[in-house]
């Protein structure tokens, strides 16, 4: 999938993103402010999430319940070596079979698994914005 949207159309594009990705890892790549946490927080709602979603920036990961299920929201921003994410258990987070929702992956390169869905957003003029899902394996 590739496309431009508006603002107004980011809850369309969750539901997209929730209907095309075909792995539960999905990393989102994009520059600072672009709207990653924005559209996360739209495919939260779609997935049932009643609980108030935020950026995990400081707490590096969020953990949201989704009709029984648990939800995970990491933000990778700040780390400075993959070993800080060894330190919160992340591989238990990745191979859990939840949705995990990854801001700044490439942060964690090493450590992402083979399978699983990238999206690269970027800021077009206009406010519009650029999407490209693309799952791997």
């Not at 159309?9 to 075909?22: H, M, W």
């Not at 672009?34 to 997935?47: F, P, Q, R, S």
């Not at 399978?115 to 206009?126: A, I, K, R």
Request: proline share 3%.
């Amino acid at each position: 999938m590739e496309k431009e949207y508006a603002l107004k159309e980011i809850p369309e594009i969750a539901k997209q993103i929730l209907t095309e990705a075909t792995h539960k890892v999905v990393l989102f790549y994009g520059d600072m402010g672009v709207g990653k946490t924005t559209l996360i927080k739209e495919i939260c709602k779609h997935l049932g999430v009643k609980d108030i979603t935020h950026s995990p920036t400081f707490s590096i990961v969020n953990e949201y319940v989704s009709s029984g299920d648990a939800v995970y929201h990491f933000d990778f921003y700040r780390l400075t070596k993959e070993e800080e994410a060894y330190d919160i258990g992340v591989e238990d987070y990745l191979y859990s079979d939840n949705w995990c929702f990854i801001e700044w992956p490439e942060n964690i390169k090493n450590l992402l698994p083979l399978e699983s869905t990238e999206v690269y957003l970027s800021l077009l003029e206009g406010g519009k914005r650029n999407i490209q899902l693309k799952n791997n394996v």
